[in-house]
């Protein structure tokens, strides 16, 4: 079992965005973790926020605590606010879930 969580996010700056995903990805992969899809969203039809949404992926780890050691990493926390923190606008988690392997 993988532990996955499905984000929407609001990005204005998407040359910034990548370069946050390139500088977080070899950190991510120690942690078990990839993306199991990724989607630009033209226009929402729905949605439980006031958050606008124009990027929606699935992020997985090995497992819960995976996630939770990625997310405080130190190394993670300095790329995410060099990078992540001035691309995006809105951060959305749509849901937290294991998914079979």
């Known amino acids: 079992m993988k532990y996955e969580m499905l984000v929407g996010l609001q990005v ?3 040359e910034q965005y990548q ?3 390139d500088a977080m ?3 991510l992969e120690q942690h078990g973790g990839g993306f199991r ?3 630009w969203v ?4 729905a949605a439980d ?11 997985y780890f090995s497992d819960e605590s995976q996630k939770d050691a990625f997310f405080s990493n130190e190394e993670y926390l300095a790329i995410k606010q060099k990078f992540f923190e001035k691309s995006v606008t809105a951060t ?4 937290e879930y294991s998914v079979a392997d």
């Open 42 to 45: 033209a226009e929402t039809l």
């Open 92 to 95: 959305t988690v749509i849901a």
């Open 49 to 59: 926020t006031d958050n606008e949404i124009n990027r929606v992926f699935a992020i």
């Open 19 to 21: 370069d946050y995903r």
């Open 37 to 39: 899809y990724d989607f």
């Open 12 to 14: 204005h700056d998407p």
């Open 25 to 27: 990805r070899p950190l």
